[in-house]
């Protein structure tokens, strides 16, 4: 691919997608790694930890893939005017946020 | 055994990336061959472009061998965390986890401004995401180091 729009919004949407999923708690499916079990099922609490990681990662992924796609309706005359550092300002915005949501860990609250 | 294993391979093959991303993150923010000691102009002069698919492989390869033991440090490791009130260890690895993906996102995007479109013009854009890269590379390595000091697989 070398349209870099569609490329900075495949990185933006991964990464927002992933990490709302994260703090939402959305997962498809889950991996129960006591069972070594992926399912879509919530499954009683004696089946140990659930990990939706991999399924955050998926539903990231796909959502930068559909992002990507809809980029190339962008009209290039806009496009073109659009600075090229954007994409690593908005993981960095991203990234801030993440800190901030995460930094209760630190505090002890 | 096998856990061991890919640990071991997956702190080398991160060692190898940091040793990549440092040296292009280095010589992409110098403006100019830099003068003076030997060390410090050789760590600068590289070819910057030709690390750009070391640090996609390598970075693909060091969240593949994280993600096949990340079920078992969620078991093992944890769980012992949990149980000391270790927070900020868990904490840590927590972003990790994050950042992680959000460089594995922010792939394309670097390889397009290091082998597409290396044009003076979005000189600034490459700086940008390499740093990120790095940074995310770094803290990575520092926290999956520090946590296996504090409780190994």
Do not use: C
Not at chain 1, 59 to 79: D, E, R, Y
Not at chain 1, 81 to 92: E, K
Not at chain 2, 25 to 45: C, E, H, M, S
């Amino acid at each position: 691919m070398r349209n870099p729009i569609a490329l900075g919004l495949f990185a933006i949407f991964f990464t927002a997608v992933y990490f709302a999923s994260f703090m939402n708690g959305w997962a498809l499916f889950r991996f129960y790694p006591l069972t070594n079990t992926f399912t879509t099922a919530d499954l009683p609490r004696t089946a140990g930890p659930a990990m939706g990681w991999y399924a955050w990662i998926v539903q990231g992924f796909v959502a930068g893939v559909v992002a990507s796609f809809l980029a190339h309706l962008i009209p290039k005359s806009w496009a073109s005017r659009v600075w090229s550092g954007w994409t690593a300002a908005g993981i960095i915005s991203v990234a801030a946020f993440m800190f901030y949501v995460e930094w209760h860990w630190f505090v002890g609250k | 055994m096998i856990i061991t294993i890919l640990l071991l391979l997956h702190g080398l093959l991160a060692m190898l990336l940091v040793g990549a991303i440092t040296h292009q993150l280095i010589a992409a923010w110098r403006n100019a061959p830099t003068p003076g000691v030997q060390f410090f102009r050789r760590l600068a002069n590289v070819n910057t472009t030709s690390y750009t698919n070391a640090v996609i492989l390598l970075y693909i390869a060091v969240v593949i061998g994280g993600s096949i033991i990340y079920p078992t440090y969620v078991i093992d490791v944890k769980a012992s965390l949990t149980d000391a009130q270790m927070l900020s260890a868990i904490g840590a690895f927590e972003i990790k986890e994050h950042m992680a993906v959000f460089g594995l996102a922010l792939l394309p995007t670097y390889r397009y401004f290091w082998s597409v479109d290396n044009s003076p013009a979005h000189a600034l854009a490459r700086k940008l995401n390499t740093t990120v890269v790095a940074l995310i590379v770094w803290w990575s390595l520092g926290v999956g180091h520090i946590l296996n000091n504090i409780k190994g697989l």
